[in-house]
Nanobody, 125 residues
Framework: QVQLQESGGGSVQSGGSLKLSCAVL????????MGWFRQVAENQREGVAV???????RYADSVKGRFTISQDDAKTALSLQMNNLTPEDTAMYYC???????????????????WGQGTQVTVSS
């Protein structure tokens, strides 16, 4: 059983930075992808940054150049450095993992297998 625990959310002014962290409890196989999603509507979440099983990173256009995802080699921790935040980045952010594929863009909650509980990010103008 895999559990994901996020931390690092909070409130910041526009232009500020935050770093989210995710601790992995349990074992993530090397074939898993991991990433960060955020809630964009009641039943929709948006994949904003993912790391594929080959270690390559992909980003949503809305965060490219501002957000950086990183993962330790043992896949026990994942982080998201968020710079130049805007009010449009305000959302609940989730750490995710999936044995097959982590999509970028808006998806339904069932698109990824494992979800953390989420951490709130609020950006004020």
């Amino acid at each position: 059983q895999v559990q994901l625990q996020e931390s690092g959310g909070g409130s910041v002014q526009s232009g500020g930075s935050l770093k989210l962290s995710c601790a992995v409890l349990g074992y993530i196989y090397s074939t898993y992808c991991m990433g960060w999603f955020r809630q964009v509507a009641e039943n929709q979440r948006e994949g904003v940054a993912v790391v594929d099983n080959d270690g390559s990173a992909r980003y949503a256009d809305s965060v490219k150049g501002r957000f950086t995802i990183s993962q330790d080699d043992a896949k026990t921790a994942l982080s998201l450095q968020m710079n130049n935040l805007t009010p449009e980045d305000t959302a609940m952010y989730y750490c995710v993992a999936d044995p097959f594929f982590c999509p970028i863009g808006v998806v339904s909650a069932g698109a990824v297998h494992y979800w953390g509980q989420g951490t709130q990010v609020t950006v004020s103008s």
